[in-house]
């Protein structure tokens, strides 16, 4: 029988939670410790999820030697201290998206982990989503011909914690929090084919009162393959998270639409308990989404990176692609801080992504 | 440890296919061994799924010891005979829809389980349909109030294999093939609510130059609650399998679509290698699905079977429930042929439901 | 040029208004005049509607030479009366359905205006909708091969005016009311092929409280040439009124979505001012349609009305076709009284169709 | 009684058929005559449509006193130089999309019709697509809230005629052809709001083989209110013209598709007729749509342009609007030439857009 993995969690938000759950129905690992440092948030977050340990301190739930993999997912800005923290102590590290909030953090961590012969690996977890493996599917078995365009967009109303509003946390707004899907659903679309340039147009509509960063980004790639994409993100569209890619080939077209394309339509005169991620109100009409842990791809994510953990493979999603998406991310607030299309590849030393596009003269 | 289910598979056709894959992702069970009689067939499927071992006779399978259950994926008129058999060697048994061809055989299987202290477990899928459940929630929750209409259509342009097409063998046409499902699925939406009465239309149309059954059916049934529930069945529709449900209730709807509504919306002009069950061409524009036996339930339902035979828990559909769904098919059948509605409870010693409807003075 | 077509309304409702706007476009017809007993009423639809004369008495309206045609748009049980009236006076009859309440007054009608020789025209609308002549066509031209099975569903949550709720005057509940589309719908999609039997199922679920008629229907057609129909009909479906049908051949399908399927999908966090007929309340999601009246074929229906009148043709949907509807009808509330399929040709005397249902004994 | 105008057609292509078509339905208008130079086409043109006259020579037809208004509905690089002789011969103008070729034609043509004293009107009928008419209205009554973003769409897989694969004659490609489609109706949504800058992505990719023009284009304007608006425009889109757009607000959003959202979907194992424009093949699953002229609105739009001339009033889309486009339009081959977005207004005395992206040093 193969050993087990041990995982300890770090972070007891949102994401921690989807974590938590996808862990329930994976065979060779199981979540030993979960870590937070606000006095009794890991303790909850345990006994609701039954993990047998909680820290409120790093260091402690890195010394048991039984963990022998961490999943990160926290604030963007920490990503990288507690990343190298972890690797020096040997642990192999998952880092929820954005990778971190530059590119020297980006070279810290993957060195880190290099020199300490621990697995970097990044948690986008579209490269999983069922819908959009089968779509690439299509695009593989050459069903739609020669790729030409592809469009993924991701819109919601805002997320809630506190640290996404606040760019010198999260280094942007929404292109930093969303945008790093598409660009990595992108990248792995394309066969890792390389991107040319990176146009942008940002702006912060509706949330002007809470943030300075956008909340709004649509953001065009151009591939050395000579695919184009578009990328749109939202932070400001109502009623319920919306997720939908295009892929138009020489010979073919395919649609999908991962939350309201497989939802249930749903009247309801009193409303529905639990619709799908930030529906607001349910009353009337609304898309009553399922299992949306595993439609979005998490549990098999997490399958995926516990077996190169176990065998020794090189994970899909490597801490390389989420420097190459944070790259991206880069060109793009550069390109909506000059107008220009930003040519690839783009290096800065710049602190974080916002900086690029609105404090130009610091 | 939990010890692990021993799983004897019986039949090596299209369903036991599902059913080998479905047992990939279920930790606490392993399928031990497949038996099929004809020469070669049961060694191949073995091959092609990993399985231990193989048999031709069915005593040599269930002479092991470590089959705990076996599942029964066999041409109807074989169902009764080899679960009572299967029983007798104490193992739990669980069955492919429908349950079998008349109320008597039954009664025998129900019979024979209860004596030998075994499960008699009943494999309508539907009921795990993670779509189908999370509709069945609204229900419950009191999204839609009282409920008054349900609907539910498989269609698609006929089986394969040879005995659906041959009413001494399996008993009836698409009414007795896929209204079992629908009618379980009514019970289960319902909460058991009695059925008090069965209407049914059925027609021969397409098929007139393969199969004496119906090929076409519409059955209505009306619930002691008050509930009215509209069943659609067909042989005949080309274009890829389709199943879709309803809900109307006082104060709501819900509407479910399992296959086209969750599809990838493909163009493609060499066509797809694989969009959906009974596609057809794939030429043009084409629903391509993915993940079909987790989006059906399929290792949802064999998990939950494993799960009562390790913690001897009682099943959520039960060989009752199959009784139940056959004595309605019967009605169905026996409204067909007098064109009046029938009211349950329903007896009848005919051998099997066509009978009713077309071979009413033998 | 051609004369013009002079047109009188009577009933100044819900309908007198879709056909008021649908004059608007037609060239060769003025609406002349309107009438409707009420004191005022009449008055107030002519200033909205820019009509020259207003009537409360049917008889002054009647006299006007110029009047050609008038249409009939008033409570069921006042049909007859009118039309016979209208016929003496030697204009041409458009009648709304359903065209009478029961098979003696729809041979007197018919009589009355063979003998006057005018036309008898029946408004079933659905012969008209643009959607709907299309799908009819894809069949008639061979695309769907031979025809096994119609659907056609028309659901909202209940009428306005309040005779519709009293049996007495209206005849039946919603078979009554809506079911007419659908009979008349079917029987010209099959080339006016012979109904031969029918089935229903009736209930009177949410509105108990203010009717005794059906509020819930489903009817099961059978036809000489073996095409099945069903027709689905609600006055309690909430989420605005919904219209689609469908037909299965033996070589394809069609499905057809009137008005959801046509709308702009929204999502309003104030509402929306006018989405679709009976929607509701528009907060949040809501399907917005447009040029209604268009998209059901109204001002095409009544340009085809008056084009048999100036050049002396044959009407697409005559008296006749209305009486069948009606004899289906009556089939129907015989059927849900007696839990039989029952034959055509069906006669009765029954004073109304409801009678059938549930005064079995009277 | 109102006057009728005499309309004359320029061209007898594929739009000359649109609009023959749209004006059968009209009263206040008849097609008086038709004009097209090569032997044989205008007459041809007339028979199928029952136009009185017929003529290969411009000035013949300009003759006639009779015609009030002329359509010009030929290649690009004719429109600006019959618009001018049309202006001089005192008729009113209505010119297809786009207006001309480039900015000094632009300014010419308006010249001549103000200085002849007669309208010129720009035929964009996105402005009054039904379903886009009402979509406006949601954003006009405030139920979407403040204007954030636009998207309009519109992909086919070419156009037939050879002349829009020729840049010389056409000016560019798709961004030309149906870009200007886009750039129109985004202004027209934000009430004429000025474009502040253009910024556009090109490539041409399937159809290298027989233009030099842009058979893919995307692209991104800015509006002075805040307002970001996205174009997508391509030739290489198999399986039917498509045409959808969305307006997402601070309190809202719509969807809207014009084409295959409003289509009846079809399965046919033969084959349809005719389903939509450039279906391409439509064996198996299509998108079968109807009254496609009256769906996208040309009837409307050239009623209003009747109605303009009739009574003196000032067309919703004028000569300046298509000058507006076309400066856009500019801007936007010279954002695909230079990597750049270009703030408007934007002076150019290039020949033709096409020369901004590709000739950038002649």
């Known amino acids: ?25 994976i065979n060779h690992a199981d979540i030993l410790a979960v870590m937070s440092p606000p006095p009794g948030e890991a303790q909850k977050f345990a006994e609701k999820h039954q993990i047998p340990r909680h820290f409120t301190g790093l260091d402690d739930m890195l010394a048991l030697e039984e963990i022998d993999m961490v999943i990160i997912g926290v604030p963007n800005h920490l990503h990288c201290e507690i990343c ?20 020297q953090e980006a070279d810290r961590m993957i060195e880190a982990c290099k020199k300490a012969g621990v697995k970097l690996m990044y948690a986008e977890e579209l490269c999983f989503t069922p819908k959009y493996v089968r779509m690439k599917g ?9 790729p030409i365009l592809f469009k993924q967009s991701e819109k919601h109303d805002g997320p809630h914690a506190p640290h996404f509003w606040d760019v010198e946390l999260s280094g942007g707004g929404v292109t930093m929090d969303m ?62 998270m919306d997720d939908r890619a295009e892929i138009h080939g020489s010979e073919g ?7 309201q394309g497989n ?33 979005y791809g998490f549990p098999q ?25 944070l790259e991206i991310i880069f060109a793009a607030y550069e390109s909506a801080g000059t107008g220009k299309k930003v040519m690839l590849p783009f290096q800065t030393a710049a602190a974080r992504p916002y900086d690029l596009w609105k404090r130009r003269n610091s």
């Not at 299509?138 to 020669?146: F, K, N, S, W």
């Not at 077209?253 to 939350?259: E, G, I, K, Q, T």
């Not at 339509?265 to 009553?288: I, P």
């Open 301 to 325: 994510e997490m399958e995926h990176f516990v077996d190169c953990v176990l065998h020794d493979r090189e994970p899909l999603v490597t801490g390389e692609d989420g420097k190459a998406a």
């Open 253 to 259: 077209v395919a649609y999908a639409d991962v939350l």
């Open 84 to 103: 190298v923290k972890a690797a020096e102590a040997g642990k192999h590290v998952v880092v929820e998206k954005p990778l971190c909030v530059n590119l």
């Open 179 to 240: 945008g790093c899907h598409a660009f990595q659903f992108f990248r792995w679309l394309n066969g890792n084919n390389p991107v040319k340039s990176v146009y942008a147009q940002m702006s912060t509509t509706v949330h002007t009162d809470k943030t300075m960063g956008d909340d709004n980004g649509i953001i065009i790639l151009e591939f050395e393959n000579g695919v184009t994409a578009i990328a749109e993100e939202s932070w400001t569209k109502p009623g319920g």
């Open 138 to 146: 299509l695009l593989d078995e050459g069903a739609l011909g020669t």
């Open 263 to 295: 939802s249930i339509q749903t009247y309801s005169k009193k409303g529905v308990g639990y619709a799908v991620e930030k529906a607001g109100s349910t009353v009337g009409w609304s898309y009553t989404m399922y299992e949306e842990n595993w439609n």
């Open 1 to 25: 029988m193969d050993k087990k993995v041990g995982v300890g969690l770090i972070g007891a938000g949102f994401i921690g939670s989807i974590h938590a759950d996808s862990f329930k129905k």
